[in-house]
């Protein structure tokens, strides 16, 4: 059988992301043992810090010059160039603005230290060309730079960190990491006769590619935020070890949406491009990827459920036990975060980018009233609660909009599948059988009841199938 570009692209992100998530996974599950749950819960602050830098850095950037470079931008040098000049100095300024907000608030030496080093991993961001490639819809070149990446990030991890106050070297390890990943992308760009020109002649010409992106920028800003708050929050008003215990069912979380980075990376391009060439087919097929999303999330999200407390016990040991209701109420983060993704790109896509950031800024707006109303009540708990109303809003807003252009069936394709899952996991949990069985019944009974719930048709694996093979 020959491979077509799209399942090349599928097979290499997914398998190769799947690789270096796991690679992620192991140092995570390392660490989580060697720093435990105090050391565990402050490189996540760091983490979070990181974010925020980043996101005020890449501004839209990276995802506008994907659409850009996917398009056949006419000149794609300068495209680049302009890309590049303009993340370096954005995230100098926001590093600079993090050094400043550190030295007025009485942070923790060691704490201190850990954010300095891990916000240093945004320089070698900001020139990161992995947008470029994903453009080009050169999955191989991007994915190849991520194991490297985390390899790097993995040896250092061993040869550095080996007791309870290593955190410290596990910010140095991940900067090291990220530097490999970025001049690997280089060497590899400048491989293929690539050139990138910067022009200080441009700088009004750079600066309207800002303003386009900004909207994307801010929806960015905003998503991200609210995912990075969590660990911030709770370690002002908590502690560190809480931290850790957030962090410890977050990571999990964070594994299961390698199907999302794998979703966006190779459909975001293809959806451009129907756009662009079969508008008239548009509505068919967005409604046959948001059937088969909302299938594939909750499928994995009934096994996931199901084994949470062997996973926990398995990977974090039994200090991390409290993490078990953190895990299972975050998988339903998950999937909505997989469905939400099928909207906002499709929503860009049909250039309503400002639509999308209106439903983040609504869905921002009640995860701070979800955060102060909820957290009081429910503690780390509340703050998940709070993260599932963010993508619950979000999802409404964003199907109100896509329905000005597109049709939707918004009840029976995404609706009624969610809540036949909910009814189907309380009476799989509520089973008095062993794991194993409960895994096999929600997998052989789950996926064929979605499947139904949802209106699968026949029609619709087949296109599954045209575009793979």
Not at 104 to 117: G, K, S, T, Y
Not at 437 to 457: H, M, N, Q, R, Y
Request: proline share 3%; with cysteine; aromatic share 12%.
């Amino acid at each position: 059988m020959k491979l077509t570009r799209n399942l090349k692209n599928i097979l290499s992100l997914f398998s190769v992301d799947l690789g270096t998530r796991f690679i992620g996974f192991l140092v995570v599950a390392y660490l989580a043992r060697v720093l435990g749950k105090s050391g565990f819960g402050a490189i996540h602050i760091g983490l979070s810090v990181l974010a925020y830098v980043q996101m005020v850095g890449n501004c839209g950037l990276t995802l506008l010059g994907t659409k850009k470079i996917a398009a056949a931008h006419p000149e794609p040098s300068l495209l680049t160039g302009d890309i590049i000049f303009l993340r370096f100095i954005i995230t100098s300024l926001a590093f600079l603005a993090v050094l400043l907000i550190l030295n007025l608030f009485n942070i923790p030496q060691e704490l201190r230290l850990v954010i300095i080093i891990f916000i240093l991993y945004a320089f070698p961001y900001a020139l990161l060309l992995e947008w470029y490639f994903l453009g080009l819809q050169k999955m191989g070149i991007t994915s190849a730079g991520r194991i490297i990446g985390s390899i790097f990030y993995f040896v250092f991890i061993v040869i550095l960190v080996k007791t309870p106050g290593g955190t410290v070297n596990t910010a140095i390890a991940w900067v090291i990491g990220g530097a490999a990943n970025a001049v690997f992308i280089w060497f590899y760009f400048r491989r293929e006769g690539k050139n990138i020109k910067i022009e200080i002649k441009r700088l009004k010409k750079s600066l309207s590619l800002l303003k386009e992106a900004f909207p994307l920028g801010l929806a960015g800003f905003i998503s991200q935020a609210v995912i990075m708050f969590p660990a911030l929050y709770i370690g002002f008003v908590s502690s560190t070890s809480d931290v850790g215990i957030y962090s410890a069912a977050y990571k999990l979380i964070a594994l299961l949406l390698i199907f999302d980075r794998v979703f966006s990376a190779v459909f975001f391009p293809k959806i451009v491009q129907a756009v662009a060439r079969t508008p008239d087919r548009l509505d068919e097929i967005f409604n046959m990827i948001i059937k088969i999303i909302v299938m594939l999330g909750l499928a994995i999200a009934i096994p996931i459920i199901v084994s949470s407390n062997l996973l926990i016990d398995l990977i974090y040991g039994g200090t991390f036990q409290d993490s078990v209701i953190l895990f299972q109420v975050l998988v339903a983060f998950f999937v909505m975060t997989l469905i939400n993704s099928v909207l906002s790109y499709t929503l860009i896509a049909i250039d309503r980018e400002r639509a999308y950031t209106l439903a983040l800024l609504w869905s921002m707006i009640a995860f701070i009233i979800g955060v102060l109303l909820l957290y009081s009540n429910f503690s780390t708990l509340g703050i998940i609660f709070a993260l599932i109303l963010y993508e619950i809003i979000q999802m409404g807003v964003m199907v109100r909009k896509i329905k000005e252009n597109l049709f939707i069936n918004f009840l029976s394709s995404i609706v009624l599948p969610i809540i036949t899952t909910f009814v189907f996991i309380i009476v799989l949990v509520n089973l008095n059988l062993i794991i194993v069985f409960k895994i096999l019944l929600g997998i052989i009974t789950g996926i064929p009841l979605i499947a139904i719930s949802g209106g699968l048709t026949f029609k619709e694996i087949k296109y599954i199938k045209r575009l793979l093979i």
